[in-house]
């Protein structure tokens, strides 16, 4: 039989999910999400401009900035801001993030306004970017509704959901929503986004040990589109709420 | 009569002020401090290692950085990390920060160690640097407490007690921890950090609109030395918690 | 029927793919790959350090640097060293072959050396950084020969070998090896990359337009692995030849 | 009886204040002020635009900027310009000084045109920012005439004068504007911005060593007070003479 | 008698100059020039916009940028968009060249449009910037040709031809266009660029060891004067084959 | 007959030439050099440390850093230390004077120290560089005379003497000492570093209008060698006075 976890989850177990909706009080959508104990701030902001590239076109922009605290992590991280960049891997995220949010949304209907997801990791324990898409999906229709209610928008511009979840080898095993300790010590780490149509928006997998093998990809999909059945769930559930 | 206060506070009441130990989990202390709508992360982070100009010398070092995050205003402000460099405003806080708390600490008694108070705005609402000022103090004591209890360090380095607060002339009235509201429609503004021997470690008044006179000096001192009063009992509430 | 690709290549098509080795006389490796009109020169340096995270470890690094020459593409792009900073398109990139080549090292065996492979685009017509990885394989294999002959290590620190390709839906259609014209619009994209041993290193895909089916991802890692192996055809005879 | 100061002044003594106009030729003003070995050129330059946030609402703006040439100092720094950035203590004494500037103007009556201080010092021995303010207002009252006789501007947009001076309680003994020897060795430094109404513009009080009681910050006032009266009655001179 | 040249070359003796244009296919003009083992890739490229200054005056601007790969030289050197700045070397050389293809062209018959030559160095020995003048005239040449091909400008706005070679002091004697192994090793090192009316465009000579005399100054023109010649030669020949 | 010069001068005539030593009083060499209306100070700073390319090697360096106060010029520049980097007109400058001051220096006699030159100009009126490069090598003597009278030295490491001028093509006529209208407005300028041997260290020349001839080059040099031949009598006069 396999290792178990350090966590003691089911292989096919998310950590206990929470959506908390305004969670601050100046965006336009805010949402805390937690993935256990890992802990990001996704807020929504509107403005009323778009990048140069777009200007003039009646089309609007969603884009996103990623930001980790520099002590939501085991030890210190340097300030990006202090350090005067942001970091390879930053980039990396706040791209993906921007990536798959305008993949739910039809920027016409937007109009010319830019939604800007920032998401800031306050606590650190592994699925940082896959917390961050997930709760900023909800920061994000908060902000639309936002524009629905004032009557800036006349149709609501996004269609379907987007939510994501890693999936990894750990110690032989594939296991969902691979916590710090798992994400440290795994063969393969692979971060899935999905629609609630059931097709893949992204796809990243990445061989940390030795390759993985098709039938080990195969199993770490199934799994994936497991969790993030329940991540639609659990934002639904937070969006029904008050 | 004087202009009543946008929040309906007597001229010498404090906001709301809340201070909740280990908010987050990796740092040697957390604090997440309120003085009403504007709340302040403040983590403390021990490293064994001193800068360049103490190395070798037995001393230790307490710094401080400070950011916002970009939608804990109004209207979203740029990244600092995006633009690539943290702005004067910035700049200026923090070193008021780390200075504020080196005056409370006897840097021999430390060792060589480094002791960083980051300091997160999640939400603005006026005095932010004196919410941090005050909620980092908490902060420090909880990492030095770390510290003893690990036997890292013998005695106590920490003398007194630091803390901090706003006062202005608002409509011609002076007036104890300015809100946005206030502060952003003020004639002076001025933050005052204290310890609780009574003496003053900083004071920076600036005339906003017309000059101050001596008599508003004096009248604002005597509010601050009240508030500060106040948050120093709130500080030792917090650390007398479990 | 399907549509035919602008090219007039069969879906399961890579387009010509040159290897030429000793492209410049300087670097221990220097290779200059073509995947049609793709044209990338790669360079592998070796020197007698490392990072500091392995300084004292006795192992070895492989990392990657990665640009493009302003005038590499249809229109001029800013050069990165005059704006100031790499993008996160570049970050990106060279990140991902520094892990890909990793991945085929011993770095117990490399001992205490540093060899970067720098990929620089003289020519972009899609594909740019499967064609970088594909031949940095090649140069990162000159680079240990040298070090071989030189007695500088005495066993090779490489097992097996690794390569890249694209795949992607165009127009309802999986195909191999993506084109400049196929790339700006396709629907889907995926980036493959692969060891000998026919295990995954890295998978990359992303939805550009709508999302991808699980069908469809099963047919793009099909020609993948048919793509990849043609490539490592290619690593082989170029090795092979004086 | 308390120590004597280093230079042997009286506690209430300023140093030999010089202020000598039209230092160099291309500025619209240019002032050399000396308070004793401190000396720092100040000059204001006109330009027919305003930054982004005033256009087209016809008001002007002052602003200032400062540095210190490398071997100003005892030891020389580095160049800020070769290490690529402003440090925080420079951009605070230039908020500083633009703030001041800003105190004793109508930028109504200025019309939609700048006026930048630029505040360099040639050689500092303590007190560089409040002889910096106490030069610049010089140099912007020159700029202001200029503008005035050339007809460009219709009225005076000066109101009073402003000035500056640093006092610190130095070895127990409260003392009137700094030097280095004393600066680098006192328990308090404050620096005390006035207008020639006996307003204040800006107060900023800092602890060294141990914290200021409430009537040392008295004495401090007074002595400021009297210092910064024998610096309007410089200027004053300075402005007289042809 | 004097000292060989390293390659065995008369004193007076140019490298073997080779000179390809179309070498990669997007950019207007696109020439790979060799000065022996000195191999750098000019494209010219054509943009409808000239820099601010010029805006709405007529005129177009031609303007350099100059990069090294990493690996072009016989140790590896930072890549500098890495570093994130142009490195002093870098700026004069691209300076240098901007300034000497200005001096061939009409920028009133340009019109309003910029030509930007990129200067990239992919294997270096010695020279790089005589060769890069050299060759980015004819790449610049080859952009006005498809201006004028297409009928976006009337008439050729270049006048004359310009060329550019170095000479030097090597062990005493002077020679003609300096690889690496004499560069690394001369007392004077001299850059000469000459239109070709025999006029001088540019004398930029350093005296590495001993300071020079006036007639080795003299003896090095004349060489320059030769070299330069035999350089438009290659030049016409290049322009003059298909 | 030709142009007469702006200032009337004779076209063989420098600008009236001071160079007042101890400027400022920090600095081992502080020199305060004027041409005319251009005024630069220059500090010598002694270091006792070197660059990492020559620790350990027993020699010592002698750099320069180059600046223009903003308002030292026409109209306001902007502050490079604000732009965050310096520009490559500035990397040039203080690239040359310190090639041309280590030109007549013996570093191993220096031991391992660094002097830096820091020129910065005051005030501009053309000819800042060769200004700069005679007024800094005063203050190089000043700081070595510093090291041999503490004793630090044992014997002088400078031998001869340099000084620079620039000189240019007026309207038709080659004059010595090119003033701001000149340079402005001229065709060729050359800038000349000279050793007091009569040998050339630097030549850099420029055509801005027509390419220059020969004969002009020759008539430009004889202007430069008497220009230089009075610079190093000012600075002699300048080393011998008190």
Redesign the interface.
């Known amino acids: 039989m396999s290792d178990p976890r350090p966590s003691g989850r089911q292989a096919d177990q998310l950590r206990e999910v929470r959506i908390e909706r305004a969670f ?4 336009e959508g ?1 949402v805390l999400v937690s993935f256990g ?1 890992t ?1 990001v ?1 996704c ?1 929504a ?1 509107v ?1 009323n401009r778009v990048p140069g590239f777009l200007r003039g076109k009646g089309e609007g922009w969603v884009t996103a ?1 990623y ?1 980790m ?8 991280n340097d ?4 350090r ?9 995220i ?2 993906l993030i921007g ?1 798959t949010l305008r ?1 739910c949304i039809d920027r016409g209907a937007l109009g010319e306004r830019t939604i ?1 997801l ?1 998401c ?1 990791v ?3 324990d592994g699925g940082t970017r896959t917390a961050a898409i997930t709760g900023a999906y909800v920061a994000l229709v908060d902000a639309v509704n936002f524009l629905l209610k004032r009557g800036d928008i006349k149709r609501n511009p996004i269609f379907g959901a987007v939510a994501a979840v890693s999936v990894g080898v750990y110690r032989g095993t594939p296991v969902l929503d691979l916590d710090y300790a798992e994400d440290s010590d795994c063969d393969t780490d ?1 971060n899935v986004v ?2 609630d ?11 940390e040990g ?5 039938d080990e ?1 195969d199993a770490l ?1 199934l799994l994936a589109e497991k969790g993030i059945k329940d991540l639609f769930a659990a934002q639904q559930a937070a969006l029904a709420s008050a």
Chains 1, 2, 3, 4, 5, 6 share one sequence.
């Open positions: 601050t009080r100046h965006a805010s104990e802990r701030l807020t902001s403005e900035e930001g605290l520099p002590r939501s992590t085991h030890t210190r300030r990006e801001a202090a005067g960049k942001q970091g390879g891997r930053t980039l990396e706040q791209r990536r993949a800007t920032d800031d306050l606590q650190a692979m999905m629609n149509g059931g097709g893949f928006i992204e796809l990243q997998g990445t061989a030795h390759a993985f093998r098709r990809l999909l």
